[in-house]
């Protein structure tokens, strides 16, 4: 399935760490009748995602609130811990984005979003995109085409776009 604008996301299980430790997410209670933008990049801790991707997110939240989003989410196909970790590093979770694991990559293939790149280790990992959402239906999609930019699929950008 090759996501678009009008497309209804499928129903995924995803992971957060919570105060006794590993938590499931349904993403579509999480969407349901609200306005979220859903940011995913190829992993944690990796160079373009660390200091182009996650941070244009942080700099745009106050944007994207003035326009009714909800909520931020940062999904990537690692654990629940990485996660956690990463959104502390990058300073993500104090200012206000949801970090959450795809740990088994189940809704980065159901969106077709599943990508490999073997000589960097990056092994069933998601494509760098950010989307738009009213109520699970996807309302604006922005896929990154270059390997390691951060352009259209940035914050400013989708910003622009809504």
Known sequence: MALSAGDRLPEATLLTMGEAGPEQVSLGEKLAGRKVV?????????????????????????????????????????????????????????????????AECAFTSAIGMEFTAEPAGLIRRSKRYAMYVEDGTVKVFHEETGRGTCEISGGEALLAAI
């Open 38 to 102: 859903i940011f995913a990049l190829p992993g944690a801790f990796t160079p373009t995602c660390s200091s182009a991707h996650v941070p244009s997110f942080m700099r745009t939240k106050e944007g994207f609130g003035a326009k009714g989003v909800d909520e931020i989410i940062c999904i990537s196909v690692n654990d629940p811990f990485v996660m956690k970790a990463w959104g502390e590093a990058t300073g993500a979770a104090e200012a206000g984005l949801t970090m959450l694991a795809d």
